[in-house]
């Protein structure tokens, strides 16, 4: 837009020092006209109409309209035709971001052409305007630079491209950094890292009020005999397989995290101390009726389980260790159970 702006005031310009062979109601109609073309491409890309059309960014369409509108005003100057030239090789320049090489090719072919027929306009219309080893001249100064403007412009593209590869290849490899730091590499649930910094933002959440959260610590019984027993390797699967199981048991809101080897942390959302028992003891007893089978035969598991509430405005810490207090609780109990704090 900013570009057919600059056509506009330019013929304008022109128009005044009586450059321009048309009156001022014929000035008005005609980029009243061009004008008609630019909105209709720019209500297109606002509307989302553009979607439609195979090229989405319609730039071939608004790229044959702007040139076709160039040559035409070049047509109806007399002695400084050279300055919308140059306007035109601006074009050029702006549509090599967009376009492939043959593309471009089309482009630089088309606008010729249009310009090979406003010499033949003014050799038949305004033949003492012309000088025609000077226009021989500039036109095939026009080739040249076009041409030279079409290798250039196409080595940047060449370059432009690769840049954006490498830079979504740095994007990918940035997100693949990012969830590996927040992500237990064996289990996949994500680690304590990620659950320390959301306990951090729920803490931030119930200082402006009415938000409360409960803080859940599980610990599986006695999984060192899991290992002994049955190797590491049977160890790990178990641990996969469990993490499965307990998603399957909490909310989508809810965050849950591998902070030790055997031990986890869930966090439940607009939850009281209450509620969070009652969610832990679900998960608990889902847990010691789940059958371990597929990792190894008649394998089983219980897991013991502290509960508490964050109570304002206590630090995280002190939440934490009142929850790791009453995982405590609930071992010494005897395991499987679950103990509020």
Request: charged share 20%; net charge neutral; hydrophobic share 50%.
């Amino acid at each position: 837009m900013l570009g057919a702006l600059i056509h506009t005031a330019i013929c304008w310009m022109l128009w005044i020092a009586g450059l321009f062979r048309v009156s001022g109601m014929e000035f008005i109609a005609l980029f009243g006209v061009i004008w008609i073309g630019y909105l209709s491409y720019f209500s297109l890309l606002r509307t989302g109409l553009n979607k439609h059309f195979a090229d989405s960014t319609l730039t071939i369409p608004i790229l044959f309209w702007a040139v076709s509108a160039i040559m035409y005003t070049l047509a109806l100057t007399n002695d400084l035709r050279a300055v919308l030239l140059m306007f035109y090789l601006l074009v050029l320049v702006f549509s090599a971001y967009y376009l492939d090489w043959r593309q471009y090719i089309y482009i630089i072919l088309y606008g010729a052409l249009l310009y090979l027929g406003v010499i033949l306009f003014f050799m038949s219309q305004y033949p003492d305007y012309i000088k025609p080893k000077k226009e021989i001249i500039v036109f095939l100064c026009y080739i040249v630079i076009s041409f030279s403007l079409a290798i250039i412009c196409s080595k940047m593209n060449t370059l432009r491209k690769h840049l954006n590869e490498k830079n979504e290849g740095l994007e990918l490899a940035l997100k693949d950094t990012e969830s590996l730091s927040v992500t237990d590499e064996l289990t996949g649930v994500k680690n304590r890292r990620f659950i320390l910094s959301i306990l951090q933002q729920q803490r931030l959440l119930a200082e402006r009020g009415q938000y409360i959260f409960a803080v859940c610590m599980l610990d599986i019984d006695h999984f060192k005999r899991v290992n002994d027993r049955h190797g590491h390797q049977v160890g790990d699967n178990f641990l996969i397989i469990l993490c499965r199981k307990i998603e399957k048991m909490l909310r989508k809101m809810d965050f849950f995290a591998r902070i030790g080897g055997e031990e986890f942390l869930f966090i439940l959302p607009l939850v009281n101390v209450e509620q969070a028992t009652q969610s832990a003891e679900r998960i608990r007893e889902y847990i010691e009726e789940s059958d371990f089978s597929e990792v190894a035969p008649d394998l089983k598991a219980t897991v013991s389980i502290g509960v508490t509430a964050y109570q304002w405005p206590e630090k995280i810490e002190t939440t934490l260790a009142r929850v790791d207090a009453a995982l405590y609780a609930a071992k010494q109990a005897g395991r499987n159970k679950v103990i509020k704090g």
